[in-house]
């Protein structure tokens, strides 16, 4: 099995699609409902993924895989044996395609047994035609970042150009904090909240409009004071929701 391309993933993977429509159900999530839910809950609501996804930060490799391989791909791994693996899934809803990929990390705050806990989501729409307006039909998790009171950013990235759109729910909370941090011991005194980072299709305008051509949808958490912080530096600027109030 080869390492694969870091862009490829970045155009083949994301999230999870709940077969229902409706967000995870979990004991202790954050707004969104994915985001500090356990691996074992993921896949009770959603079934068996049909990838995995590995990425050796150190290393720079990239591996994407079904989950038949596991086997022949793990004594080719250079990280720790007990890296977390990341769960993919292939979506349809509404007639568009797209794929889910979950990011868990180890929590270890428990007395008990370490557990599994999702820190981070990637959804890639296929579909060239989806516009920021379907995009609460096709991922649920996303409805919250509608609603009144979110924060919104734009920025164009350097060097890749692209648009991101992010959208800050400003309900901070400690899990959103630990998450940040991975759940190991939070280095900064920012306040964290669930965020939703939307980034438009190559040549799209930056006219945010409802009908802006989306290609992906990355489910995090991030700070109001950590983006302040970077604004200038990184041209992040205030704008309206584009979802009516």
């Known amino acids: 099995m080869k390492s694969k391309l870091l862009y490829f993933f ?13 967000p995870i159900s979990a004991a202790e999530t954050l707004p969104g409902g994915i985001l500090g839910a356990t691996k074992d809950e993921v896949r009770a609501k959603m079934g068996s993924p049909t990838h995995y996804y590995i990425e050796e930060h150190h290393s720079r490799r990239h591996w994407y895989f079904p989950v038949e391989d596991i086997d022949k791909v793990r004594p080719q791994l ?17 007639g568009k395609k797209f794929l889910y990929r979950v990011h868990y990390e180890w929590d270890k705050s428990q007395e008990t047994q370490p557990v599994l806990r999702v820190t981070k989501c990637w959804v890639h729409f296929k579909d060239k035609s989806v516009t920021l307006a379907d995009v609460p039909g096709l991922a649920p998790e996303f409805d919250v970042a509608t609603k009144p009171g979110v924060l919104v950013y ?22 959103a904090r630990t998450i940040s941090s991975s759940f190991k011991p939070p280095v900064d005194d920012y306040e964290w909240s669930p965020s939703f980072q939307v980034i438009l299709r190559e040549g799209e305008s930056e006219e945010i409009s409802l009908e802006s051509k989306v290609s992906e949808l990355v489910i995090t958490v991030d700070s109001q004071m ?14 309206a929701n584009p979802f009516p109030s």
């Open 10 to 22: 970045l155009l083949s993977l994301a999230v999870v699609l709940f077969s229902d429509g409706n």
């Open 78 to 94: 250079w990280a720790q044996p007990n890296i977390p693996i990341d769960d993919v899934f292939p979506a349809e809803k509404n």
């Open 154 to 175: 734009q920025q164009r990235k350097v060097p890749s150009g692209e648009v991101v759109v992010t959208f800050l729910v400003p309900e901070s909370s400690e899990l």
């Open 226 to 239: 950590r983006i302040n912080k970077l604004a200038r530096v990184f041209s992040i600027k205030d704008i």
